[in-house]
């Protein structure tokens, strides 16, 4: 959380204004959002002239024979990735993939925040990742960027939750409206997939940010759409319709071989023991080799590519080959610690399959077809519209991009169908899978419970036993006959979490093998249920629900796996107990609003003046309140926590407190 914080009195008539205060919020936004997009796109041309424009220069100075003169095209996706990874690790372990989820998460279940230092991190991770050939795109980022500046500025007016998630949302629109020059799309974009609501209030706000940030992007970079057409595309006969049908239902197919592509690769990765740079090594090889021994159409944002496509100028054979390089490009770069989007790798996928099958149409038809450029154009909204679930933005940003509004039934369509036909393939989307891995799919209408308000941090164990996996099976059985711990982590020297060998696997495996031999390797489980500190007991629930475990390992994310202690459900459950009669005491200290409904209550967030003697030192017991209020959390520098009767108040913290709507004024009057 950043610590500047604006004058209070500042403060004060942002959060009271209703309308003005939030407008001039949304355009602050939008203008960091629009700047922060332009910045990006010069990071990414600086890294793309460092690597690539005057990496050329190296193999021609070392005289280097035949196909060697292209060595920089090898190498540089391996440095680039080697670099992202090392960045992100060190400074911001979220800012690793494609951002979209992660700004998912914090609206649904972290009240907006994300951390400040995430926007710098990710701009620089992913210029590094785009510039360097990785395979991926500018919208992750750019939405993760300005969703950071929106958070930043609701963090530093002091707003509620509910606000910063609005900014948030601005942020993103921001970010999506200057990127493609598209500000309508950005709009839905922010209301679709980060909101998922259409609310007026929303609605307006958002416009207001992302045509902010458009205009700054225009002002600077030109008014000219992301795809320049050679000529507009239209529907040529009402035969083609059924085409375009039939082309729906294939990239709907397509869509869901790509997310799921996108989340396998992600898994055989984090199976693979080696260190974090090894992957990167292999992964940035494997994309510079597609590049050096292919073509390096699948590098980057893929821009030149879906431009070729669209100008019906690439033949049938390298479309369909660069359908699946690109998949294969993209997953690899995700997979091995690379930073960026999926919605261009997207664009890139349905332009080249929709291309292909064009050239089958016009071969087959040839006068009743539009150009397999039609095709591409229809095909590029499909797979992306299918694969996010957003037929809406992905309809609209195609539009904008291509300023072409002629292609407009075909591409309903075509979309449509796409987004039914990967929906039935599968529940999830390309966000929405890592949004469930990270705990966040549940929607803001859930009942507050003590379940939401306890986190891991607070339960888990600091004590815990670890193995090495080079540890003799018949030592640690000796080991267990004397303890009553039934699982171990097993942990590699530096304490990263490779994996758990619980009792029933170890007697397993010296009842089928010779015990001499046999070691904790043999017989550890390498794919681990895991949970961070700043999960909720909800999501420790439902983990422990999936399995029949007696403890789970907590790391510091599921990218680093540091571990860092052990929640065991004995603790977990002793803890919410303990949480839910202090709980209760509160309730009833506070004048009995047990009787409070989440539709009558109202958060209002108060940080702690260092003038405020009524609070300063004082224990929450000893703390008079307006009658129905309580105080649920505190945020204390970068943490977040649930007090106790005995929790003292210190200066500089933020008290989440609830009331009833009746008392809502006398708690406002108490905050000052």
């Not at 332009?38 to 220069?57: E, K, M, N, P, T």
């Not at 992660?102 to 620089?124: D, M, P, T």
């Not at 407009?408 to 990967?422: E, F, K, N, S």
């Not at 007090?643 to 210190?650: F, K, S």
């Amino acid at each position: 959380m950043t610590s500047f914080r604006l004058p209070r009195h500042i403060r004060y008539r942002l959060q009271r204004s209703a309308t003005a205060g939030p407008v001039v919020l949304a355009v602050i936004v939008g203008l960091l959002a629009g700047a922060w997009a332009i910045l990006f796109r010069w990071l990414i041309r600086a890294v793309q002239w460092a690597l690539f424009d005057q990496g050329s220069r190296i193999p021609a100075q070392l005289n280097l024979p035949g196909m060697l003169q292209n060595l920089h095209v090898l190498l540089a996706p391996a440095i680039g990735m080697v670099v992202v990874v090392l960045i992100v690790r060190r400074w911001a372990p979220e800012a690793r993939g494609h951002g979209v989820p992660e700004v998912q998460y914090a609206v649904r279940a972290s009240g907006g925040n994300i951390r400040a230092r995430v926007a710098s991190v990710k701009a620089l991770a992913s210029a590094i990742s785009i510039g360097s050939g990785g395979s991926v795109g500018r919208e992750g980022p750019i939405v993760q960027i300005g969703s950071t500046l929106g958070s930043v500025v609701g963090r530093v007016t002091g707003l509620g939750s509910e606000q910063k998630k609005l900014l948030v949302a601005c942020g993103a629109a921001g970010g999506v409206g200057a990127t493609f020059n598209a500000p309508i799309a950005g709009v839905l974009f922010a209301l679709e997939v980060i909101l998922g609501n259409f609310a007026a209030r929303s609605f307006g706000l958002v416009v207001v940010a992302s045509v902010t940030a458009t205009a700054l992007s225009r002002a600077v970079l030109g008014p000219e759409p992301a795809f320049s057409l050679l000529h507009r595309f239209a529907l040529v006969s009402p035969r083609e319709l059924f085409l375009y049908l039939i082309l729906g239902s294939l990239l709907g197919l397509l869509a869901t071989l790509y997310v799921r592509s996108i989340y396998t690769f992600e898994e055989l990765f984090e199976r693979w023991g080696s260190s974090a740079i090894l992957k990167a090594v292999a992964g940035g090889l494997t994309i510079g080799a597609m590049g050096f021994f292919g073509t390096t159409l699948v590098f980057g944002v893929g821009y030149e590519g879906m431009e070729l496509a669209l100008a019906s100028r690439l033949s049938l054979q390298l479309m369909l080959a660069l359908v699946f390089l690109k998949i294969l490009a993209t997953s690899v770069t995700l997979a091995a610690g690379g930073s960026g989007g999926v919605f261009a790798p997207a664009l890139f996928i349905g332009a080249m399959a929709g291309g292909a099958f064009g050239a089958v149409a016009n071969g087959l038809f040839p006068g009743w077809t539009a150009p397999s450029g039609a095709y591409a154009l229809v095909g590029m909204a499909a797979v992306f519209g299918a694969a996010a679930h957003a037929p809406i933005t992905a309809v609209l940003i195609l539009f904008e991009m291509t300023d072409d509004y002629l292609i407009i039934l075909p591409l309903m369509l075509a979309v449509g169908v796409a987004y039914l036909t990967q929906s039935h393939a599968t529940g999830d989307s390309i966000y929405s899978v890592k949004l469930r891995r990270l705990g966040g799919l549940e929607g803001p209408e859930r009942e507050v419970s003590v379940l939401d308000m306890l986190l891991v941090v607070d339960a888990m164990s600091e004590e815990y036993e670890t193995v090495s996996e080079d540890l003799q099976a018949l030592e640690l059985a000796a080991r267990a006959r004397s303890r009553r711990t039934r699982s171990w982590p097993v942990t590699d020297p530096e304490g990263k979490l490779i994996g758990i060998v619980a009792d029933t696997d170890l007697e397993l495996g010296l009842i089928e093998t010779e015990g001499d031999s046999l070691t904790v390797a043999d017989v550890m489980t390498t794919t681990v249920i895991t949970l961070r500190p700043q999960d909720t007991m909800r999501v420790a629930f439902r983990r422990f629900s999936m399995s029949d475990v007696q403890q789970i390992p907590v790391v510091t994310d599921e990218q680093d796996r540091q571990l860092v202690g052990v929640l065991r459900r004995y603790d977990m459950l002793w803890a919410y107990k303990t949480l839910s009669d202090e709980h209760d005491q509160l309730l009833e200290k506070g004048g009995g609003p047990a009787r409070l409904s989440t539709e009558g209550v109202v958060q209002i967030d108060f940080e702690v003046p260092p003038e405020d003697r009524r609070l300063i030192g004082r224990r929450l017991k000893a703390v008079t309140l307006p009658p129905d209020s309580i105080i649920t959390l505190i945020r204390r520098g970068d943490r977040i926590f649930v007090p106790h009767g005995g929790t003292r108040v210190e200066a500089g913290d933020i008290l989440y407190l609830l009331t009833t709507r009746e008392h809502e004024a006398e708690l406002k009057s108490w905050t000052g």
